[in-house]
């Protein structure tokens, strides 16, 4: 009897869950400069995937699937891979401050993105995201290093991910200057500010697989993460094999950001702010945690994409300076509150 009434109530939360997303992916197509009812959003939807000949404007039906609903799904598809993201590392690392962006990964990512891009890196043979998901290794076991030479501790890793973030970013800017046009210059200036203006349906093809599939990856090992949060030593206790453990969902996340980096650019704060968010909504539990932290991941990146082209009337915000304005008061607010406890 219980175990049914927890199989319905999962199944139940699941179909809520789902009609969430459905409804922000709805808001995400319907508002902006120029409000779309959204019953045409249904119809456009229908047309596409169904022919189901609703009579429609062919500038609202152009609006709808292939401007504003291909930025809405892979902005969830972002926010969800960078939320999931910040649940592992922040679990692994036993660290509340721990998220790509901090720890340099999202800053790795870029340089290895920005390398193949503008250098030729990898003679052809690398693509965006394969370029950045090197950079993202490469980041995060630069940090990791600087992390074990200066001790443990918030502090220890913090510090170390912020000086990773300095050099690849610096990284960034000289490839740039030195080997970019002008053209490049200004678009990937514009890109690594976070910026979903120029995503198409394409890129869906890379950003929900990769969201979907560290999703499922994370999931799978949530009864790892649960005994991490009591030190590697536990865990191992426990049966988990550590070394495996580590490596695996480190490079699922690793994946996910550069996949995210690669189509959209670097993008702060979502992967330390949303795990914070979740927790004080469904506990500590991994098994809830994940994808908890990936719905209201998704569901944030969609309205702040929405913020970004509503908010200055005529133009478009990069999609980083509105998670910026979140997150850093969010961030001041979490190290405000671990003072006060210690």
């Given at each position: 009897m219980n175990r049914a009434l927890q199989t319905t109530g999962r199944t139940g939360a699941a179909f809520a869950a789902l009609a969430v997303l459905l409804s922000a992916l709805w808001m995400g197509a319907s508002i902006g400069e120029t409000s779309i009812p959204f019953s045409t959003v249904a119809q456009t939807v229908a047309n596409r995937l169904w022919n189901a000949g609703y009579p429609l404007e062919p500038i609202d039906e152009g609006i709808v699937w292939s401007y504003r609903l291909s930025r809405s799904v892979i902005a969830a598809s972002c926010g969800a891979a960078l939320a999931l993201s910040g649940v592992v590392l922040q679990s692994l690392l036993r660290n509340p401050l721990a998220d790509p962006y901090l720890l340099g990964i999202s800053a790795g990512a870029s340089t290895g993105a920005v390398s193949v891009a503008i250098l030729g890196v990898g003679a052809g043979y690398l693509t965006l995201p394969i370029g950045a998901f090197i950079g993202a290794i490469l980041a995060f076991a630069l940090v990791s290093v600087l992390a074990l030479k200066a001790g443990r501790g918030t502090a220890a890793i913090i510090l170390a991910g912020v000086a990773g973030s300095q050099l690849f970013n610096a990284l960034t800017s000289f490839i740039v200057t030195k080997a970019a046009t002008a053209e490049q210059a200004r678009g990937i200036m514009f890109w690594l500010l976070g910026n979903l203006s120029g995503v198409r349906w394409p890129d869906a093809w890379l950003a929900v697989p990769a969201a979907l599939l560290g999703l499922v990856v994370c999931i799978w090992h949530a009864r790892a993460l649960d005994a991490f949060t009591f030190g590697s030593e536990s865990a191992a206790s426990l049966g988990i094999s550590?070394?495996?453990?580590?490596?695996?969902?480190?490079?699922?996340?690793?994946?996910?950001?550069?996949?995210?980096?690669?189509?959209?650019?670097?993008?702060?704060?979502?992967?330390?702010?949303?795990?914070h968010a979740a927790r004080m909504l469904v506990g500590v539990r991994h098994g809830i945690l994940l994808p908890a932290s990936a719905l209201i991941g998704a569901v944030f990146m969609i309205i702040a994409d929405i913020l970004s082209r509503t908010i200055i009337t005529g133009q478009v915000l990069p999609i980083g300076v509105i998670t910026a304005l979140v997150g850093a008061p969010a961030f001041a607010l979490i190290l405000a509150q671990r003072r006060e406890r210690a």
């Open positions: 550590v070394r495996r453990t580590y490596f695996v969902l480190v490079g699922v996340s690793a994946m996910m950001t550069a996949a995210m980096v690669s189509i959209v650019g670097s993008i702060g704060f979502v992967g330390l702010v949303i795990p």
